[in-house]
T-cell receptor
């Protein structure tokens, strides 16, 4: 099993550009999460999904959209990137909400 | 709103020492609490998960305790090794949808 994988590993964007971050898991997990990690702010939940076809807002959803068309994939979109979205983005998944979250290796995003 | 605090922010100990990391949270209505390890530039690795009905969990040299009434958890590391050097984060899942709130972490350095 590959576990949780994230694509790309690193990306540089200009302000106003758009991009999609892909998260994939091969563990048949129902729950998937997108977090951002910033110095001094810890990890903050952006959006999450409790199953295929479902999405919900987390703590800091503004400026991001998500989709869970397939159970194994959770996509995070930035429609118009802003410098404030410079961060490290982590995807995580769990089989049920009371079970261990498994994290991907992260995507480093720099918005100029 | 749940708030999670980890003290100290950084800790340096000589190899072989036993140590305790602390995590406190403001809302005791939690679903579970999870301890993670994060190495520099890497994702998070789950160490221990304690359900709200449990008091402690053990894995090897690690022991985590949970006291919901006082809003505290501790991670005990026995006989520390240089390989234990990393940032340790605790995450508290709320009862609504398993959404987790993370602390800022404790950065541990174990000196040979």
């Amino acid at each position: 099993n590959a576990g949780v994988t994230q694509t790309p590993k690193f990306r540089v964007l200009k302000t106003g550009q758009s991009m999609t971050l892909l998260c994939a898991q091969d563990m048949n997990h129902e729950y998937m999460y997108w977090y951002r990690q910033d110095p001094g702010m810890g990890l903050r939940l952006i959006h999450y999904s409790v199953g295929e076809g479902t999405t919900a807002k987390g703590e800091v959803p503004d400026g991001y959209n998500v989709s869970r068309l397939k159970k194994q994939n959770f996509l995070l979109g930035l429609e118009s990137a802003a410098p404030s979205q410079t961060s490290v983005y982590f995807c995580a998944s769990s089989y049920r909400r009371d079970e261990t979250q498994y994290f991907g290796p992260g995507t480093r995003l720099l918005v100029l | 709103k749940q708030e999670v605090t980890q003290i100290p922010a950084a800790l340096s100990v000589p190899e072989g020492e036993n140590l305790v990391l602390n995590c406190s949270f403001t809302d005791s209505a939690i679903y579970n609490l999870q301890w993670f390890r994060q190495d520099p530039g890497k994702g998070l690795t789950s160490l221990l998960l304690i359900q709200s009905s449990q008091r402690e969990q053990t894995s090897g040299r690690l022991n985590a305790s949970l006291d919901k009434s006082s809003g505290r958890s501790t991670l005990y590391i026995a006989a520390s090794q240089p390989g234990d050097s990393a940032t340790y984060l605790c995450a508290v899942a709320d009862t609504n949808a398993g959404k987790s709130t993370f602390g800022d972490g404790t950065t541990l350095t174990v000196k040979p």
